[in-house]
């Protein structure tokens, strides 16, 4: 299985990596098909995304696709990080052999998570705006 050299790249170097403090809303998600999880932190000023990290604790398609994500949401506005796809990660990171795919779709599910963390914690209820977060099939749980 060949990865790209931005995939390489993004997992030996990922980018926002660590936990954040100040955050204004964070996200947790899980792959029930590996049990890896991702966990996203975003600071909101206005209705901006001015800084984003994540820690993973999953597999190097997996961290290389958080790390991508975080600098493609990085200083944009939340209605179009949510916008962000799976598919847009991958291709921004060169493509990700067919067997990994599925390892994409937890940063693009751990923004919605954040995104939606946000609006609860400011009292606004995000369904409307970010639509259902799938829950980790691992263990029930939906943070
Ligand atoms: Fe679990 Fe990649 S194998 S996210």
Known sequence: MAYSE?????????RNVGEMKDFSG??????????????MY??????VITDVSFMTFGCGAAI???SMATELIKGKPISEALKLTNKAV????????????HC???AEQAIK????DYYKRIGVDPE?????????????CSI
């Open 6 to 14: 931005k995939v390489m790249d993004h997992f030996a170097n990922p």
């Open 26 to 39: 964070v996200g947790e998600v899980g792959n029930p098909k590996c049990g890896d999880i991702m966990r």
């Open 42 to 47: 975003i600071k909101v000023e206005g209705d």
């Open 64 to 66: 290389a696709t958080s």
């Open 90 to 101: 991958m291709e921004a990171l060169d493509g990700l052999p067919p067997v990994k795919v």
């Open 104 to 106: 994409s779709v937890l």
């Open 113 to 116: 998570a954040a995104v939606s």
């Open 128 to 140: 409307p705006i970010v639509g259902a977060i799938p829950e980790c099939e691992e263990c029930g």
